[in-house]
């Protein structure tokens, strides 16, 4: 168990639609990242957050947003949901900003199926 | 959150042989290298890393070789066990296209450990 939750386990929904995914980091921890884990795509960094402000930025669709809450949690908005965004959705958690040297801790996911 | 069914190059080792998973990266700019394991049912998680003013760094049982003529990155696993089936991602630390650091994961290498 790494320390980083994620809700809901599994998400189902229709295409048109919007979904909201949470992220509790480790305790302790500053930083939120964001991953996409796609059949075609492996793992694609989205975007990173650090204590409350955005630190970085992947190749997020424009129609995918991110916020990092008060009290660290963090959420994954993805609105007008396509068939190609079906993916496992990461959240890791790290005690500081660096993007590489400070470790990442992964959560289990958020398997998202758009049908 | 369990393991995407990626079309990974894969590698079978008999339990208790040594196994090397082999990584191209992409960017002669990127200074550090991280190792991940993600086994089925779980998130990536770390097992070593590596910067890029070394070619060589152990741990337990695992060894990472860097080449930064070639941009080759090898994982040495010693005497496998069953637990050490799983996928292995290599990632390199570069700059995005939007001018911040992030990490670059490979396709994976699926290992799998025959009793």
């Known amino acids: 168990d790494s320390g980083v939750t994620q809700t809901p386990k599994h998400l189902i929904t229709a295409t048109g639609q919007r979904v909201t995914l949470r992220c509790s980091p480790r305790?302790?921890?500053?930083?939120v990242y964001w991953y996409q884990q796609s059949l075609d795509q492996g793992l694609q960094f989205l975007i990173q957050?650090?204590?409350?402000?955005?630190?970085a930025k992947g190749n997020i669709l424009e129609r995918f947003s991110a916020q990092q809450f008060p009290d660290l949690h963090s959420e994954l908005n993805l609105s007008s949901l396509e068939l190609g965004d079906s993916a496992l959705y990461f959240c890791?958690?790290?005690?500081?900003?660096?993007?590489?040297?400070?470790?990442?801790?992964f959560g289990p996911g958020t398997r998202l199926t758009v049908l | 959150g369990e393991s995407v069914g990626l079309h990974l190059p894969t590698l079978s080792v008999q339990e208790g042989d040594n196994s090397i998973i082999n990584c191209a990266y992409s960017?002669?700019?990127?200074?550090?290298f991280i190792w991940y394991k993600q086994e089925s049912g779980k998130g990536p998680q770390f097992i070593i890393d590596?910067?890029?003013?070394?070619d060589k760094r152990q741990g337990q049982r695992v060894t990472v070789l860097l080449n930064k003529t070639v941009k080759h990155l090898s994982l040495q696993i010693a005497a496998t066990q069953p637990g050490d089936s799983a996928v292995y991602f290599c990632?390199?630390?570069?700059?995005?296209?939007?001018?911040?650091?992030?990490?670059?994961f490979g396709t994976g290498t699926r290992l799998t450990i025959i009793p």
């Open positions: 890791a958690s790290s005690v500081t900003g660096g993007a590489g040297e400070d470790e990442q801790f």
């Open positions: 305790s302790g921890d500053l930083s």
């Open positions: 957050y650090y204590n409350g402000e955005e630190r």
């Open positions: 960017n002669s700019a990127s200074d550090y």
């Open positions: 590596i910067r890029s003013n070394m």
């Open positions: 990632a390199e630390r570069g700059i995005s296209n939007f001018g911040n650091e992030k990490l670059t």
